[in-house]
């Protein structure tokens, strides 16, 4: 009875292994990349410190930039109050720590939530 039990916890090993190689290809694939870089990019260029709170679609200090995208969906009003609170902070909207005000300049901003909510708000969903 020894070997099938072997063999089995060697397949779910397998099968472990799979998965936690086929979950980053997936989240990558999820965006879309041009959308992606384009936005990176103009973090970068601009010198901005986005990055070390915000990741693209995980949830580091403050909320992953496509469960942004997805929060406000639709939301008419979204590109200009989400310019407004890259440019001066916010607080409670994702919980209780609070984004700085400051970070960018007000056009900056306006520029930045435009492609922030461009992202693929399904991202997750597509995973
Ligand atoms: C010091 C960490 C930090 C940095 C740097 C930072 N953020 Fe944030 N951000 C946060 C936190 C925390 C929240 C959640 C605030 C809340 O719950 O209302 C947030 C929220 C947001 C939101 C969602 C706002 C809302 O009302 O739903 C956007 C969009 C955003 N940040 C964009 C940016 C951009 C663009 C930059 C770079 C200019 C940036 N953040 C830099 C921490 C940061």
């Not at 992953?64 to 609170?85: C, F, I, M």
Request: proline content about 7%; overall charge positive.
């Amino acid at each position: 009875m020894k070997q099938p039990i072997v063999a089995r916890i060697a397949a779910t090993a397998a099968g472990v292994l799979a998965l936690v190689a086929f979950v980053p290809a997936a989240s990558a694939g999820g965006v879309n990349q041009s959308d992606v870089a384009k936005l990176t990019a103009y973090v970068q260029d601009n010198g901005l410190s986005c990055m070390g709170c915000h990741g693209i679609d995980t949830k580091l200090v403050g909320p992953a930039w496509t469960d942004v995208a997805k929060k406000y969906q639709g939301d008419p009003k979204a590109p200009s109050e989400l310019a407004k609170r890259i440019a001066d902070g916010g607080s409670g909207v994702w919980g209780q720590v609070p984004m700085p005000s400051g970070l960018a300049t007000p056009a900056q901003a306006k520029e930045l939530a435009g492609m922030i909510l461009a992202l693929d708000p399904c991202a997750k969903e597509k995973r």
